[in-house]
């Protein structure tokens, strides 16, 4: 297939595109690395199975040829981010889905949207399934990421629905591995850096608060097994296991043989207090469910933040 990525240049875009190469795909990776990196693409350089184009998809996006398939992923994606950047958030999640799903119809492909478990805000029920329609607060700072995705999933339904367009969505929770932005502001990139410089690990909260987090090549697969035998609707692709954030400290200070202490710092607004995503549809339908578990993807992880940090 020749295949658009949208945030190519991003942490999960760099690494889907590898997946899609190594599947024996053409891939035209689009970024306009506000908050990409380009040297997650440096690898590819001089590799013709893949084309690079600087472009903000919240403008209109023409793409010269066939295409089969397009995936939307362009977004900041953390809250550093799309606190910094609001506005391009909103637009992204909007302007930018509507310009890729109309790139996706105009050359008759399957498009398919990276969603987030940030639709689900801050639970009331717990683990989230797909059906859960969530506890968002849309006029909270939190609200630029959470509301542009539920947008981008209503957006992407409706072009299903109206145009008969084939889609899917992916409901993405915390994920984690090598090409994170060391400052990006996530909490395992967080405490890695700060574990590996020495420094206390800042807890916002008192730690009890707790995620799933799921390693990039885990998602990978969840989400290729998802463009190929999915249906329309939403799919969690996450893993269950769940850690509270403290207890996500304690193991990063014992991998990376870390003095650091830890301090706590005040709750950001509308902070999910839980999050653990409900991978029944995913099981049944996608045979799909990680592989990787917690401390195995830390260990992964941790070289890489070492050698982005000069840290050795």
């Known amino acids: 297939m020749r ?35 380009m040297a997650n693409l440096e690898h590819l350089e001089g590799n013709a199975a893949f084309t690079y184009v600087r472009h903000d998809v919240s403008t209109y996006i023409d793409i010269d040829g066939e295409i089969d398939a397009v995936f939307h992923f362009a977004s900041p994606a953390s809250p550093i981010d799309y606190l910094e950047l609001p506005i391009q958030t909103l637009k992204v999640g909007s302007l930018g889905t509507h310009n890729s799903l109309g790139l996706a119809k105009a050359k008759g492909a399957r498009y398919f949207l990276a969603s987030t478990s940030e ?42 629905r109206y145009h008969d367009l084939d889609t899917r969505i992916v409901r993405i929770f915390n ?29 916002y909260g008192d730690g009890n608060q707790s995620r799933s987090f799921c390693y990039v090549d885990d998602l990978i697969e969840g989400i290729t097994r998802l463009f190929h035998d999915g249906d329309a609707m939403p799919v969690n692709i996450g893993n269950p296991g769940e850690f509270t954030i403290r207890e996500l400290a304690d193991i990063v200070i014992e991998l990376t043989a870390s003095s650091s202490s830890i301090v706590f710092e005040p709750l950001p607004t509308d902070d999910p207090k839980q999050r653990r995503p409900d991978i029944t549809k995913a099981k049944q339908d996608l045979g799909w469910e990680p592989q990787i578990v917690l401390r195995e993807g830390l260990m992964k992880t941790i070289p890489y933040f070492a050698e982005a940090i000069g840290v050795t």
């Open 175 to 203: 994920t984690y591995g090598p090409r994170m932005r060391p400052s990006d502001g996530r909490v395992v990139s967080n405490f890695i850096v700060q574990a590996l410089q020495g420094k206390p690990l800042a807890i």
């Open 119 to 160: 639709v689900y805000g801050d639970p009331q029920v717990h683990p989230q399934p797909e059906t859960y329609w969530g506890h968002v607060n849309p006029i909270g700072p939190r609200g630029v990421y959470d509301e542009a995705k539920r947008f981008g999933e209503a957006m992407t339904m409706a072009y299903h």
């Open 3 to 37: 295949v658009v990525v949208t945030g190519a240049a991003g942490f999960l875009g760099s690494n889907l595109t590898d997946r899609l190469i190594h599947d024996g795909h053409t891939v035209v990776g689009v970024d306009n690395v506000i908050t990409g990196n």
